[in-house]
């Protein structure tokens, strides 16, 4: 065994989720490799229990705006539940939201430009494509929720190695019953999130925030390896 880094290792440390995207659209030729890739994912007993809708162009746009409808209106419809808790998880993600409010010059009081932030989320970055990954309801979700969890690792990092750029967007499943409803799906499929990607653009500040991550010992407890 070795313990040299490989070009995959770069490729894990490099990825970052972009907030701002060119409009350029990626070669569909590109997107299927892309999508190919992720399809090499694991899952349990190799079910694959992954439904993925990737959406460009005209129907891209009509989603994001039954999106911006919704979240005017009110009309959330997650399938399922949201809580970071009241402690260490809600404060990281508070101290995420700082670090990128900061970054686009929004402050704690501008109530309106939290609020076009969150417009923006909903128009996918300016991302040209995006995929909804939707999963069945087997048992409580989360042994499937899992598998998309590694499905979409994979997804994100072969776009990276691509050179190409992504953000998963959790808020994108809070309006599922739109994106169900433009897509034509029944309700028996859940939509867990969705993946902006295309090219970041690189004038914008906001993709050079690098988020803080917990050193190694904050999360991992190693038994049996030696120093």
Same mark, same amino acid.
């Given at each position: 065994?070795?313990?040299?880094?490989?070009?995959?290792?770069?490729?894990? !440390?490099?990825? !970052?989720?972009?907030?701002? =995207?060119? $409009?350029? $659209?990626? $070669?569909?030729?590109?997107?299927? +490799?892309?999508?190919? /890739? +992720?399809?090499?994912?694991?899952?349990?007993?190799?079910?694959?229990?992954?439904?993925? #809708? &990737? @959406?460009?162009?005209?129907?891209?746009?009509?989603?994001? /705006?039954?999106?911006?409808?919704?979240?005017?209106?009110?009309?959330?419809?997650?399938?399922?539940?949201?809580?970071?808790?009241?402690?260490?998880?809600?404060?990281?993600?508070?101290?995420?939201?700082?670090?990128?409010?900061?970054?686009?010059?929004?402050?704690?009081?501008?109530?309106?430009?939290?609020?076009?932030?969150?417009?923006?989320?909903?128009?996918?970055?300016?991302?040209? #494509? &995006?995929?909804?990954? =939707? *999963?069945?309801?087997?048992?409580?979700? @989360?042994?499937? +929720?899992?598998?998309?969890? *590694?499905?979409?690792?994979?997804? %994100?990092?072969?776009?990276?190695?691509?050179?190409?750029?992504?953000?998963?967007?959790?808020?994108?499943? *809070?309006?599922?019953?739109? @994106?169900?409803?433009?897509?034509?799906?029944? /309700?028996?499929?859940?939509? %867990? =999130?969705?993946?902006?990607?295309?090219?970041?653009?690189?004038?914008?500040?906001?993709?050079?925030?690098?988020? #803080?991550?917990?050193?190694?010992?904050?999360? @991992?407890?190693? #038994?049996?390896? +030696?120093?």
């Amino acid at each position: 065994m070795t313990s040299t880094t490989t070009p995959f290792v770069d490729v894990i !440390r490099s990825r !970052r989720s972009a907030r701002k =995207f060119l $409009p350029t $659209p990626l $070669p569909a030729s590109d997107i299927r +490799a892309v999508l190919e /890739d +992720a399809q090499t994912a694991p899952s349990n007993s190799n079910t694959q229990p992954w439904e993925v #809708h &990737v @959406v460009s162009g005209a129907l891209r746009d009509a989603i994001s /705006d039954e999106l911006l409808r919704a979240y005017e209106d009110g009309r959330e419809s997650a399938d399922f539940t949201f809580d970071y808790g009241d402690g260490t998880y809600l404060e990281r993600s508070r101290a995420h939201g700082a670090t990128l409010y900061q970054a686009w010059g929004i402050g704690r009081s501008d109530v309106e430009g939290r609020r076009e932030v969150v417009r923006d989320n909903l128009r996918f970055y300016g991302a040209p #494509h &995006v995929a909804f990954l =939707f *999963m069945p309801k087997l048992g409580d979700g @989360v042994r499937t +929720a899992g598998d998309l969890g *590694m499905y979409a690792q994979t997804l %994100l990092l072969s776009l990276t190695a691509r050179g190409y750029h992504s953000i998963p967007q959790t808020i994108l499943g *809070m309006y599922a019953d739109v @994106v169900r409803d433009a897509l034509g799906l029944s /309700d028996e499929l859940k939509l %867990l =999130f969705g993946i902006s990607f295309g090219t970041a653009d690189p004038a914008a500040p906001v993709n050079d925030v690098h988020m #803080h991550r917990l050193p190694l010992d904050e999360s @991992v407890v190693l #038994h049996g390896v +030696a120093d």
